[in-house]
């Protein structure tokens, strides 16, 4: 994940506002309704006594009544009903959007796990609704009456873990990692049992199989652990297939790879195949093939596209998995040729798209000695029906001499890579998990940390491996990294890098309120996108403010809020003056954040001192106004920008006067924090006497070498 470039907001000149920054990275775009897609109404279906609110336009498609209909995520629809075992689908169909399915909830099996699916159970009404989307995320929110997707999150994932139950058994007569030489076929959906064994009268034994991806776009009613395991008894073998995110400019209108994150997309995408191939009983030593459609070759197409391969085949390797990949012979396939006699990390097996109707794997645009130890499948033909044993299958037909997959594989060996995870927490302190599953000898973990997978280096100290996970990391770099080492210092092994994911955050410690009620909430949006943002201030039940969505810029920004009457008499005679409250933020695409905090009233009068700043390289002071507890202790709100992390002083001036002073004090990158200091005599003296409790200052920040100065004001609190 590559962040966008730090920005700070325009700071606002009044006392009751701070202004904020954050760091941003990349997964979800915070999407809404376009205006053209407003206009053109809704309206309510229902089915079985659940109902949604969906655009006018989409066709609702009852499958009782129309049996064999293909459920498509990649089409505006709603489907109602069970998903036919034997689905009317194409052969081949890529992409997704928004469309929902309601089916029965003792029948519900077409889950499409991947970041842009999830599943919502509903008990009362007996359904269970499958909903995906692309571009415009709350038209689903709004169709579900859901507060966001996040909030059903927990159910796609516990579905998604229920698949991998059914553990088929040993022996199989399809092996892990089997070559297979001759013809084969794929389908968008897997077909039924009862099609599969009619098809056993053909001349084919290998059959493609769509196992995930953010761009799978037929329902997979069929594909189970158990389907798995019957068909490789069978003695069919299986071509595992993901559809991920393709290139930026593609044929199939998909969502496309994001250049500057191409790397860790692959990754991710490697990541959620494993996952999927192991929820269906395909463990290590098989093969996962990305489908990566045609696109026009050369400038960022080309290098996002092998950006993006070479680290889905890195980290497919990392767990023992073959890789490979599906792509047009003058697209995809001719620019991983172009890469032979390179460092670049090659797949294992390619498969070959090109129609030109010969059954073999000779290739034109490859070298003979290419791939050519059993290592090549070619689709020679594209959608078309054939018939055996009485079952109709629309198919694209193949011809193959390189691996393929069955039920089961074998265990991780013990020197597979270390892996790591990273758990963003709501005040922008990153939570790691680093482990290593089968290895004792890790005596601690270094955790490595930059801007971008290829610079990494020491974020902090090494941490011994007997302190329970997790490490915290107080500093927002876009990617991390773990090196495990053993007692003498050298490194045992390393993961992949990690993308940070998308995360929204809540800085400070307490909030400020005038004596108006209005007040402001520094949110880090941590994301590639702009946000936006509702905000809530409860203490127990009971709502004190709450918020429409709010814009937040990329580099965040803040989100403004006003007590309710009774609020600001709670906080008017709250004792000691503070108000504890839990402040929760939530974004359009489910990103949350809820931290307790303190709201805290203050008194200001009249215009104030003037306001102004001149930032650093590598320290920004944040906001134009900071406040003093009791006239005497306070921090200046400032952020470190740098590329390592900070360890700013700070000195004010008044008067022609040093009123105050700190010692260095440490902050992350990409963070947002306050430099403490207390006034001097003379600094407490004149704060009570400034006119309107404003005392305006000059402040300058330091650290690594430069400083940031501005003059803004002090205001006294109690």
């Not at 195949?273 to 696109?295: C, H, K, R, S, V």
């Not at 001192?609 to 306070?634: E, H, L």
């Not at 008044?654 to 004090?665: E, F, L, M």
Request: aromatic residues 6%.
């Amino acid at each position: 994940m590559t962040r966008a470039p730090i920005r700070i907001p325009r700071l606002i000149r009044s006392t009751a506002r701070i202004a904020v920054l954050a760091v941003v990275s990349s997964t979800l775009g915070c999407a809404t309704v376009s205006a053209a897609a407003a206009a053109t109404g809704t309206k309510v279906v229902r089915y079985h006594g659940y109902a949604l609110r969906v655009p006018a336009g989409w066709p609702v498609v009852r499958l009782a009544r129309e049996p064999g209909a293909c459920v498509r995520f990649d089409r505006h629809a709603v489907y109602l009903g069970v998903p036919a075992l034997a689905q009317r689908c194409p052969a081949h169909a890529a992409g997704r959007t928004e469309a929902v399915l309601v089916e029965p909830l003792a029948a519900g099996a077409a889950y499409l796990p991947s970041p842009s699916a999830a599943r919502l159970l509903d008990r009362r009404a007996g359904v269970a609704v499958t909903a995906t989307w692309r571009a415009h995320p709350a038209v689903i929110v709004r169709a579900l009456r859901v507060g966001s997707l996040a909030s059903i999150a927990g159910a796609a994932r516990t579905a998604s873990v229920a698949r991998s139950a059914a553990r088929p058994p040993s022996g199989a007569a399809a092996q892990a990692g089997d070559i297979y030489t001759g013809p084969g076929f794929d389908a968008c959906a897997a077909p039924s049992p009862a099609q599969m064994t009619a098809w056993g009268a053909s001349q084919y034994r290998a059959i493609g199989v769509y196992i995930g991806g953010t761009n799978m776009a037929c329902s997979q009613s069929n594909l189970t652990a158990a389907w798995v395991s019957q068909q490789s008894a069978a003695g069919w073998h299986l071509i595992p297939t993901y559809v991920g995110l393709q290139a930026p400019t593609n044929s199939c209108g998909c969502a496309g790879i994001t250049p500057r994150n191409a790397a860790a997309q692959g990754a991710a995408a490697a990541t959620d195949a494993i996952t999927q191939a192991q929820a269906l009983g395909l463990g290590p030593g098989n093969p996962i093939y990305f489908d990566m459609e045609a696109y026009p070759q050369g400038g960022s197409n080309t290098t996002a596209v092998l950006t993006f391969l070479a680290s889905w085949t890195t980290q497919l390797h990392a767990s023992s998995y073959v890789s490979g990949v599906y792509s047009s012979a003058d697209s995809g396939i001719a620019d991983l040729a172009a890469k032979l006699g390179t460092s670049y990390q090659e797949p294992d097996d390619l498969w070959i798209a090109r129609w030109n109707g010969a059954q073999n794997t000779a290739e034109p645009n490859l070298p003979s000695g290419a791939w050519a130890t059993h290592q090549r499948l070619h689709q020679y033909s594209g959608s078309h029906n054939e018939k055996y044993g009485g079952a109709t299958l629309n198919i694209d037909g193949d011809y193959l001499d390189g691996a393929t997959a069955g039920s089961g594989g074998g265990t991780p060996p013990p020197d597979a890579a270390p892996t790591l995870s990273v758990t963003p927490g709501p005040d922008g302190t990153l939570e790691l998990y680093p482990s290593w599953s089968g290895v004792s000898t890790v005596s601690a973990w270094q955790i490595v940390a930059g801007p971008d997978p290829s610079t990494l280096a020491p974020a902090a100290n090494p941490v011994s491996a007997g302190v329970k996970p997790p490490i915290p990391i107080h500093s927002a770099y876009p990617y991390f990294a773990v090196q495990a080492l053993d007692g003498t210092g050298q490194v045992l092994g390393s993961s992949s890098p990690v993308a940070t994911p998308a995360y929204v955050a809540i800085f400070g410690r307490s909030v400020f309120v005038s004596s108006h009620g209005t007040g402001s909430v520094p949110v880090g949006c941590f994301n590639s996108s702009p946000c936006h943002v509702t905000t809530t201030i409860t203490v127990g039940r009971t709502v004190l403010a709450s918020t429409g969505p709010e814009h937040i810029p990329v580099g965040g920004g803040l989100a403004y809020f006003t007590l309710t009457p009774s609020a600001r008499s709670a906080l008017a005679h709250a004792a000691g003056r503070r108000l504890a409250v839990t402040i929760a933020v939530r974004d359009v695409t489910g990103l949350t954040a809820a931290r307790q905090l303190a709201l805290v009233p203050f008194t200001t009068s009249g215009a104030g001192p003037r306001r102004g700043v001149n930032q650093s390289a590598d320290m920004w002071i944040v906001g134009a106004t900071d406040f003093v507890s009791n006239g005497w202790v306070g921090g200046i709100l400032v952020a470190c920008v740098a590329s390592a992390p900070c360890h700013p002083t700070v000195a004010i001036t008044a008067a022609g006067q040093t009123i105050a002073g700190s010692s260095q004090q440490f902050l992350g990158v990409g963070q947002l924090g306050y430099v403490f200091f207390s006034l001097t005599p003379t600094g407490h003296r004149l704060l009570a006497q400034s006119r309107g409790n404003q005392l305006g200052v000059k402040v300058a920040v330091s650290a690594n070498g430069s400083s940031a100065t501005a003059s803004i004001a002090l205001v006294a609190f109690r």
